[in-house]
């Protein structure tokens, strides 16, 4: 894979991050055992949090699978970052800023970036009321519908209920999917999620796409300032479309920014 072809990779992995996942899509509320009853309101009341996604996709028109991770840093009251690729820097950051209603990704190997307004908050809502409304509709999610439970593990070191369903409803992507297997653990004692695990298979069966997301860490306190970018002089605009994983770059003759 050539240095362009490798840029471009990336951003498209990152656009199918955007649209696709169990985290991404709120779900009707439901019903389930104790440990699942106290866990969606709790997940609903920390004030910030943090986990890691590793994802694996596999297509059989490729010589390997490809592998993308991102950390997600996640205010209720400012709002959402992700590193993707996050090394030292990362490939990509992406801002939902909360108190300004924007949205800025960087995409730092090519030096582009791309934003947007975000829709206006109803009359009288709260800030981050909708990543509230996020965090419930993982867990939510799981118990509205027909599910096995998988009993107790230790994962990270904590006690966790774990259930598995099959095609949950309101799962959606960028793509056609076929088959969706998920699993969601959460700690007994907390009653926060402590690992969710989605395998889905797309494309008429020749896509599969294996998603884990772990190393949560919640009720953290973040800085207003960590949700706000800051767009480099020399980046350029670009556009993108989430849905159609399309990213127009800059022309020859716009100027730096």
Same mark, same amino acid.
């Given at each position: 894979?050539?240095?362009?072809t490798?840029? %471009?990779?990336?951003?498209?992995?990152?656009?199918?991050?955007?649209?696709?996942? %169990?985290l991404?899509?709120?779900?009707?509320?439901?019903?389930?055992?104790?440990?699942w009853a106290q866990?969606?309101?709790q997940?609903?009341?920390?004030?910030g @949090?943090?986990?890691?996604?590793?994802?694996?996709? $596999?297509?059989?028109a490729?010589?390997?699978?490809?592998?993308?991770?991102?950390?997600?840093?996640?205010?209720?009251?400012?709002?959402?970052?992700t590193?993707?690729?996050?090394?030292? &820097?990362?490939?990509? $950051?992406?801002?939902?800023?909360?108190?300004?209603g924007t949205?800025?990704?960087?995409?730092?190997?090519?030096?582009?970036?791309?934003?947007?307004?975000l829709?206006?908050?109803?009359?009288?809502?709260?800030?981050?009321?909708?990543a509230?409304a996020?965090? *419930?509709?993982?867990?939510?999610?799981?118990?509205?519908?027909?599910?096995?439970?998988?009993?107790?593990?230790?994962?990270?070191g904590?006690?966790?209920?774990?259930?598995?369903v099959?095609?949950?409803?309101? @799962?959606g992507?960028? @793509?056609?999917?076929?088959?969706?297997?998920?699993?969601l653990?959460v700690?007994?004692?907390?009653?926060? &999620?402590?690992?969710?695990?989605?395998?889905v298979?797309?494309?008429n069966?020749?896509?599969q796409?294996?998603?884990? *997301?772990?190393?949560?860490?919640?009720?953290?306190?973040f800085?207003?300032?960590? @949700?706000?970018a800051?767009? &480099?002089?020399?980046?350029? %605009?670009?556009?993108?479309?989430?849905?159609q994983?399309?990213?127009v770059?800059?022309?020859?003759?716009?100027?730096?920014?």
């Amino acid at each position: 894979m050539n240095r362009s072809t490798a840029k %471009l990779a990336i951003v498209a992995t990152v656009i199918a991050a955007v649209t696709l996942g %169990l985290l991404n899509v709120p779900g009707p509320g439901g019903r389930s055992a104790v440990v699942w009853a106290q866990a969606a309101p709790q997940a609903g009341t920390a004030p910030g @949090f943090v986990w890691h996604t590793k994802t694996t996709q $596999t297509n059989v028109a490729w010589e390997q699978p490809r592998e993308s991770r991102r950390i997600t840093y996640w205010c209720a009251k400012h709002g959402v970052r992700t590193d993707d690729h996050p090394d030292d &820097p990362p490939a990509v $950051t992406t801002y939902v800023n909360y108190d300004d209603g924007t949205q800025v990704i960087l995409f730092h190997p090519m030096k582009w970036y791309a934003q947007r307004s975000l829709p206006p908050q109803p009359p009288g809502a709260e800030a981050g009321r909708e990543a509230d409304a996020w965090r *419930k509709a993982t867990i939510n999610q799981f118990m509205s519908g027909a599910y096995k439970k998988l009993g107790r593990q230790t994962i990270a070191g904590e006690e966790a209920d774990g259930v598995e369903v099959q095609n949950p409803a309101g @799962f959606g992507g960028n @793509f056609q999917i076929d088959s969706v297997t998920a699993q969601l653990w959460v700690s007994v004692k907390t009653g926060y &999620p402590v690992l969710i695990q989605e395998d889905v298979i797309g494309n008429n069966w020749t896509l599969q796409i294996k998603t884990v *997301k772990d190393q949560f860490q919640w009720d953290v306190q973040f800085d207003p300032n960590e @949700f706000k970018a800051v767009i &480099p002089p020399d980046y350029q %605009l670009v556009y993108l479309d989430p849905q159609q994983g399309v990213v127009v770059p800059p022309s020859a003759d716009q100027k730096s920014h």
